[in-house]
């Protein structure tokens, strides 16, 4: 039921534009452009179609008109229900960012979405975006602990987001987000660009020999990590989460056996269930008495 209340529909109201079907281009003018046009929809998602020639066309179009034009009649929908999770997920989640690369909607429009679907003690690990503020919101489930670090010489920020809070995440800033109750949250953050990018700590010092790691962190003979247990994008996140809510770190798996809609009920569910809400009480007759 809850699914389907989470679609998030990028409405021209919002964008400044038409999501009206483009008419179909005259016989005479460009073929490409009217093969666009009768091209299949995208469905709101990237259904394993190869975007990346539709969106070099938008953001080679000066007049905005032209960009509408070329655009499917849906293009300005992502379902993040149906979406792929990036890096496919993670033990305990996953996140989809609907960046230029696989949502031709943003394009032109200067910003991108993330939903990101936490496990219980699920951490979205300490990593960066160099293009981007992030501006994240704990929308159901347990609270959120959160870090922020900007440059040498700042302060470590840190606390909890519940749910119904935002945090604001400076540009380039290293950060994470955790779960830190036994039940999955739901999250979703905007950005001021249309690719943000990403960079997580861990994977990002794969990129030097082992040697320059070791000295970097004093240690010439320091084994900072097993390269070969990096986690994907959502892995399980502090030990004293894991032991208050009985996860096996060595074990536990989530990925691919619940699906985002799953885990977003699941999220509003132990939600409700931690305000005590009366689900035998409620009946949406209640707001007649409002007439």
């Known amino acids: 039921m809850l699914a389907s209340v989470f679609t998030v529909t990028l409405l021209a109201s919002l964008l400044g534009r038409s999501v009206a079907a483009p008419t179909p281009a005259p016989a005479d003018e ?3 452009l009217a093969k666009r046009q009768n091209a299949p929809l995208f469905g709101g998602w990237d259904q394993d179609q190869n975007v990346t020639e539709l969106v070099q066309e938008l953001s ?35 996140v989809i960012l609907a960046d230029n690369t696989i949502f031709p909607g943003v394009v032109g429009n200067g ?24 501006y994240l919101m704990n929308i159901a489930g347990p609270p959120l602990a959160g870090g922020s670090f900007n440059e040498n010489g700042s302060p470590f920020f840190e606390g909890n987001v519940s749910a119904g809070e935002v945090v604001v995440l400076p540009l380039g800033s290293v950060h994470y987000v955790s779960n830190t109750g036994c039940d999955p949250a739901l999250i979703a ?6 690719t943000p990018g990403v960079g997580f700590l861990s994977s990002m010092y794969t990129a030097f020999d082992p040697e320059t790691i070791d000295a970097a962190f004093g240690d ?16 399980l996140g502090h030990q004293s989460c894991l032991q208050r809510c009985g996860i096996k770190a060595d ?3 989530i990925n ?14 132990g939600y409700l269930k931690a305000q005590n809400f009366d689900f035998a ?11």
């Open 111 to 134: 910003m991108s979405w993330l939903v990101g679907f936490l496990g219980p003690c699920g951490m979205v690990a300490p990593h960066n975006h160099p293009r981007a503020v992030e």
């Open 189 to 194: 953050a905007a950005f001021n660009s249309e």
């Open 220 to 235: 010439d003979s320091a084994q900072v990590f097993d390269t070969s247990k990096i986690p994907a994008a959502v892995n």
């Open 256 to 269: 691919g056996k619940l699906s985002n809609p799953d885990l977003m009920n699941m999220a509003f569910a």
């Open 60 to 94: 080679d179009q000066v007049n905005p008109i032209d960009a509408d034009v070329l655009l499917p009649a849906d293009g300005f929908v992502f379902d993040f229900l149906k979406a792929k999770s990036f890096g496919g997920g993670g033990k305990d989640g996953g």
């Open 281 to 291: 009480g409620y009946d949406a007759s209640t707001f007649q008495q409002y007439n």
């Open 30 to 32: 460009d073929p490409a």
């Open 251 to 253: 074990t536990f798996n």
